[in-house]
């Protein structure tokens, strides 16, 4: 088990404060502008994080060692918890750009090592829909089995024990992650091949963030986060696309569609979009080796830090600062109208 501690640097300047202007906003606490533009947190935050890249969970309902990447801060404590679920055939240490920012800005992340990750050496040559199945049906236990093992995790983990805030927890995930967060929040999906259901009665979790969220598939029904029974952020952009599973634009015959008498509660949903950004954001997230993700694209990582802060902030710290930022469309000015924030 590697384990290192350091403290985080600045990763980007923010725009000066007369390169744009905030539109004029109200709230209860009669927030200053100054307030409301520094909601926006793109450079790490004060806390030093530590940093397990590898420890191991003995989970017995599927035969194997859950590997758990660990990110937390080195002080202080308990913070609310972040399960972040990776990318098809990715790597969990590929995220760290978002997970370590979250942690420097107060939070813990737990990531998951699923059976489809490219570091147990799984690749889609040759999967059938049995092994898919399996695979689909395996990341939410995951996601579940980490929530039940958290005592086990802070024997294991150095500095881990007293960090973790169980009350308030938050499901986060990347392109199938993000299809595995929705189905932790309430998203039923049916695969129409063997009428088999993906869905879960987990209600422990409060918000969820999406990164590149799998409706851009083309065998994915069409915004199945409009079915999540919490708070969600989607974060996505004009090149984000992914082919897995459809040939030739055309989609798979195992494409999934969402039930027609499926709820569709009334939640708030935040859509972060930006011009440019692709499913990887140039291979900075998820995996290195795609061809033509390229280049990599540090700006659209540093607006998902912004946002993504800002939305943990408001709905899990109740941060009144947080919240008028979603809402002040200023992440224009602040990205030189590179991205959009709306409410869907």
């Known amino acids: ?34 307030d409301i ?11 030093d994080v530590t940093v397990v890249e590898q420890t191991t969970l003995t989970f017995g309902e599927f ?16 913070y609310p918890l972040i399960v972040f679920s990776h990318g098809n055939g990715c790597s969990p240490g590929l995220y760290a750009g978002f997970a370590d920012h979250w942690a ?14 490219r570091d147990l050496g799984f690749t889609m040559k040759g999967v059938t829909l049995e092994i898919m199945t399996k695979v689909v049906s395996s990341r939410p236990r995951d996601v579940q089995f980490i929530l039940e093992s958290l005592d ?32 932790l929040n309430g998203v039923v999906m049916t695969n129409p091949v063997d009428n088999f259901t993906l869905s879960s009665d987990e209600d422990r979790f409060e918000i969820l963030i999406l990164i590149s969220e799998p409706s851009n598939n083309r065998i994915m029904p069409e915004e199945p986060w409009r079915l999540a029974r919490v708070p969600t952020l989607i974060v996505t952009g004009s090149e984000d696309f992914s082919t897995t599973g459809a040939r030739d634009g055309v989609k798979s015959k195992s494409a999934w569609y969402l039930p027609a008498d499926a709820e569709r509660p009334d939640q708030p949903r935040h859509y972060l979009f930006m011009d440019g950004s692709n499913h990887y954001f140039g291979g900075v997230i998820c995996r290195e ?43 224009g000015a602040l990205t030189n109208k590179r991205a959009t924030l709306e409410r869907r």
Request: proline fraction near 6%; hydrophobic fraction near 40%; charged fraction near 20%.
């Open 104 to 117: 420097s800005r107060g939070y813990v992340v737990l990531q998951p090592t699923h059976m489809d990750s």
């Open 1 to 34: 088990m590697a384990t290192r501690i350091y403290s985080r640097l600045l990763c980007i300047a923010l725009i000066p404060v007369g390169a744009f202007l905030i539109a004029s906003c109200t709230s209860p606490g009669q927030l200053s502008e100054a």
């Open 289 to 331: 080796d795609i061809p033509g993700s390229g280049p990599l694209d540090f700006d659209a990582l540093n607006i998902s830090n912004g946002v993504t802060t800002a939305f943990l902030d408001a709905y899990i710290k109740s941060d009144e600062a947080a919240m008028a930022f979603l809402g002040s469309g200023e992440i």
């Open 63 to 78: 035969d194997k060692e859950l590997r758990v990447r660990a990110v937390f801060p080195s002080t202080g404590g308990p």
């Open 37 to 47: 533009r520094n909601a926006y947190r793109t450079e790490a935050g004060p806390l």
């Open 152 to 183: 086990d995790l802070e024997d294991k983990v150095p500095g881990l024990a007293g960090k973790i805030d169980a009350s308030r927890l938050i499901a986060a995930g990347h392109s199938m992650g993000a299809g595995t967060a929705m189905t």
